[in-house]
């Protein structure tokens, strides 16, 4: 069935240093794959996205990059700070033009940036 | 751009009764999916609606149905509600059609249900 694993499940880093969180997805006809960011009390925010024709996405500190071979993709923040300090949930989707909307969610990341 | 909206924010209910959850989706998007957050199952999808029309449903019993209206604003019920329903319900519209992004999702703050 449609899975989508997630790690690691907590992330304790420095500010200034980088952070990667890093999924996995089951269904090889999932050509969409979100990232989003939840603070407490809050919904999810889409902070950044990427399609299966696209390897690499940036906005400024923010990356994702997916191995379509693989069924990988990862977020990578760089200089993190300490409003990074949140859950992030990855998701896929078969999405596309027309396509359903649905979302398999990731089980979500604790990221925790050290002042 | 308004966000997306749901209401009520709160809601404190006993099991048995029933609960009818609101959400007023970004101005010019047409469809609406509902999700289910519990710190034990994650965030789980319920049910997607677009133009009145129920496109897909999630692996969940029947009491809990949806519908959509005709200006895209969406609503969930939950009947006989239990305590395992007790969990933050999200709300997250999209574009749909055949333009790029048009099925990127944007999600509310959600409606917290606690089930006494």
């Known amino acids: 069935g449609e899975n989508v694993e997630q790690h690691p499940s907590t992330l304790s880093v420095q500010e200034g240093d980088s952070a990667v969180i890093k999924c996995t997805y089951s269904d090889s006809a999932s050509n969409y794959f979100p990232w989003y960011k939840q603070e407490l009390g809050k919904g999810p925010q889409l902070i950044i996205d990427?399609?299966?024709?696209?390897g690499e996405k940036k906005d400024q500190r923010i990356a994702v990059t997916l191995n379509k071979t693989a069924k990988h993709f990862s977020l990578h923040i760089t200089e993190t700070q300490p409003e990074d300090s949140a859950v992030y949930f990855c998701?896929?989707?078969?999405?596309?033009?027309?396509?359903?909307?649905?979302?398999?969610f990731g089980t979500g990341t604790l990221l925790a940036v050290q002042p | 751009k308004a966000g997306v909206t749901q209401t009520p924010r709160y809601l404190i209910k006993t099991r048995g009764q029933q609960v009818t959850l609101s959400c007023s989706p970004i101005s010019g998007h047409r469809s609406v999916s509902w999700y289910q957050q519990t710190p034990g199952q994650g965030l789980q999808f319920l049910f997607e609606y677009f133009s009145e029309t129920q496109r897909n449903k999630g692996n969940f019993p029947g009491r809990f149905s949806g519908r959509q209206f005709s200006n895209s604003r969406s609503e969930m019920n939950v009947s006989t509600l239990e305590l395992g329903d007790s969990a933050l319900y999200l709300c997250?519209?999209?574009?749909?059609?055949?333009?790029?992004?048009?099925?990127?999702?944007?999600f509310g703050p959600g409606t917290r249900l606690t089930v006494l």
């Open positions: 998701a896929a989707s078969k999405g596309g033009s027309g396509a359903t909307t649905k979302l398999i």
């Open positions: 990427i399609r299966s024709n696209v």
């Open positions: 997250a519209s999209s574009l749909y059609g055949r333009t790029a992004g048009a099925d990127t999702q944007y």
